[in-house]
């Protein structure tokens, strides 16, 4: 609902997740980060998306992201398997 992730999409409430892992937080252009993530340095890997994504708001205070974050483990698995895909 607030990304895209298709190679080339527009950006929507969130920036287009299409090649996210590996890239540097806060670098797709067109979009309106928060400061939080645009200076915040963070490479979204593998571990680190899944610390993320358990509470976006506890890892990087001052995000934007409206999100309260997956607590299963196996959750945050699907998902950062899912944005392993977008990708060339």
Same mark, same amino acid.
């Given at each position: 609902?607030?990304? /895209? *992730?298709? %190679?080339?999409?527009?950006?929507?409430?969130?920036?287009?997740?299409?090649?996210?892992?590996g890239? %540097?937080?806060?670098? #797709?252009?067109?979009? !309106?980060?928060? %400061? @939080?993530? !645009?200076?915040? *340095?963070?490479?979204?890997?593998?571990?680190?998306? $899944?610390?993320?994504?358990?509470?976006?708001?506890k890892? +990087?205070?001052? /995000? %934007? +992201? @409206?999100? @309260?974050? =997956?607590?299963?483990?196996? $959750?945050?698995a699907? #998902? #950062? @398997?899912? =944005?392993? !895909? =977008?990708? $060339?």
């Amino acid at each position: 609902q607030c990304h /895209t *992730g298709n %190679k080339g999409g527009n950006n929507g409430v969130g920036p287009n997740l299409w090649g996210l892992v590996g890239r %540097k937080s806060g670098t #797709i252009e067109g979009f !309106s980060y928060s %400061k @939080a993530n !645009s200076e915040s *340095g963070v490479v979204w890997t593998r571990e680190v998306l $899944d610390v993320y994504l358990e509470n976006p708001k506890k890892f +990087m205070p001052g /995000t %934007k +992201m @409206a999100f @309260a974050g =997956l607590k299963k483990a196996q $959750d945050r698995a699907d #998902i #950062i @398997a899912y =944005l392993e !895909s =977008l990708t $060339d």
